[in-house]
């Protein structure tokens, strides 16, 4: 596999400046596309599962991260408060606590169960200088996250249905997962001392993990402060193991919020995350596929290459119609080289239209695809369909 730093500069997916510090990286237009491209990817799979999307601020009040345990349990990955007019923000290191108070903001009742909100959305960690490098161990990260509200007896259903969302995504955006995790309790002031609180929502993970027929490994100490996790692991170009996806049950934060809904008692949350933090996600797909994305996910789908300037006007018009049909699309004109050469230097483009006298006589665009060679005409709506992703 490729080290995703290096090719991650190369084709202009990411990048760092010390001025904006390290760990703090930016997306250039490359990357901007192929993370649009996951955004509205996974908000339609989560809409299409029965999520509301909701936007919530990047920060938030002391009192709420003491209210939700983070700050009794997980002040020392947090950046410190910043004092504005007379009170304390902190940049959030979760998106739970805005959550809860958005299912707190109305009255629910038992009908309105399981209520499951999502979003993409920024959040922070306190890393260490030394242990940044490239999009791995970030400071700044942008979290697919969602929470469902649901009556304890809808939990194991939801945990499940969160795994059947995470398997879709893993297929289509081509991750291989290199094992299942059950992330549990470790000792000290880190977890909730709550034993039977840990033991009701591990009983409801393994339950649900023993239905699936999935293998997992059990280590204890990498829970989260408020509950077990079944934790999706992944491995980069080294080897080196990291979590991506995530599924948690928690009984201790909506006691901390006094959740509640007409007709039950108190609803749980289960916590999932289907792609992660988008700065690993991309990290593990620019080394899975060396950079050539499947065509939904390419920063550029579609270059036209004119055989000379004779053909520039019916090249433009032809990235005119491309665009509008909904593909990303360039031009390489002829100045740039022999058409060899502009095909090399797009090779990792999925669709390559090349554009002679014969193509401009009828209309239509000569394809030559990354996977399947010389496709002869091929209409740009055929394209543009191959270039979505599946559901
Ligand atoms: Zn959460």
Known sequence: MNDHRRLGRELGLFGTDPLIGSGLPYWPPAGAAVRKAVEDYVHELERRHGYQHVNSPVLGKRELYEKSGHWAHYAEDMFPPMMVGGEEFVLRPSLCPHHALIYRSRQRSHRDLPLRIAEIGGMYRSELSGVLGGLTRVRAIQLNDGHTFCAPEQAAAEVSAALDLIEAAHAQLGIRAVRYRLSLRG????????????????AVLTEVLKQRGRDFDAEPGEGAF??????????????????????????????????????????VMVHRSVVGGLERLMAHLIEVHAGAFPAWLAPVQAVVLPLSDAELPAAEDLVRRSVAAG???????????????????????????VVGPREVASGQASVRSRDGGQEGPVPLAELADRSRPRF
């Open 226 to 267: 408020y509950g077990p996790k079944i934790d999706i692991q992944i491995a980069d170009s080294a080897g080196r193991e990291s979590t991506l996806s995530t599924v948690q049950v928690d009984y201790y934060q909506p006691g901390r919020f006094d959740l509640g809904y007409v007709g039950g008692g108190r609803p």
């Open 187 to 202: 000792e000290g002031a880190k977890f909730v001392d709550d034993p039977g609180m840990w033991q009701r929502s591990e």
């Open 327 to 353: 593909l990303r699309t360039e031009l390489a004109p002829a100045g740039r080289g022999t058409l060899g050469a502009r095909i090399r230097a797009h090779r990792l483009v999925p669709y390559q239209l």
